[in-house]
Each structure stands twice: as C-alpha cells, then as structure tokens.
C-alpha cells in the first residue's frame, strides 16, 4: 500500500484506496467565504421567540429567578436530563441559582401555563379541579 494513499485516507481527503489506474481526485472548487449578515436584535428575539415561546430576557425573568427554597421535596429525573441541566443551569444564572431552583421554576411555570388543561384531564377523572383560580 502506498503510504501517501494512506495518509490520505487517514486524513479524509479520499474515502478508498486508490490503484495507479484510478483517476486523480477532482479538485474541490473554491469557496468564497460566507457574507456577514447583520441581523437586528428584533429579528434575532422574534427567532428566538419562534423557537422556543419565549424571549431570552422573558425566559432569564421567568426561569432563572432567585428562588430559595425552605421546604423542598424530593423529585427525580433521569442521569441524561441531569447532566444537561448541570452543564448549563449554573452559568447562564451566573452561578446564582442551582438545579433545584431551576426545576422548581420550570414546573411552576408549566402549572400555570397548562392549569387548564391539568384541570380538565383531573376533574373528568376525580369529578373535581386540582386548581382552584
């Protein structure tokens, strides 16, 4: 084997061995690079909104509130959603709220944003609401 062909393949710029009677790669054309586009941080929040429901100063108003708990309950959630949210909660909060916080907020949010519906799906399985408004 030819230690070039190799070191191409190992590099990626081929994906077989070549033989002699194999035709050279075609060289790649060239790119130009990308333009710079300038977007207004309207557009960018209305994306952002688009995406996830929220705005990201809505979402740091809603979810990243200091919230110190003094009568906390245990809550599981998985190793996966865990290590998610250990990566990310402590800095975007700027080390000010834990994970604990965090989940408590994000449920409280979404009793509040599905109260309704919860109270729907309960009362025609209990015959009353779980919420009262």
Known sequence: MNEK????MIAGEISHYRTKDDPPP??????????SIEVSESKKETKERKRSGVSQSDFVDIFL???RLSDRRMVYVS??????LIKYVSVISDRKLGIVGYVDNV???HIESYKPAIND?????IGCKVFKN
């Open 65 to 67: 509130k200091d919230n």
């Open 107 to 109: 449920m409280a949010h």
């Open 79 to 84: 190793k996966t959603t865990y290590e998610k």
């Open 26 to 35: 075609k060289p790649e054309p060239p790119t130009e690079p990308f333009e």
């Open 5 to 8: 062909h190799l070191q191409e």
């Open 121 to 125: 799906m309960y009362e025609s399985k």
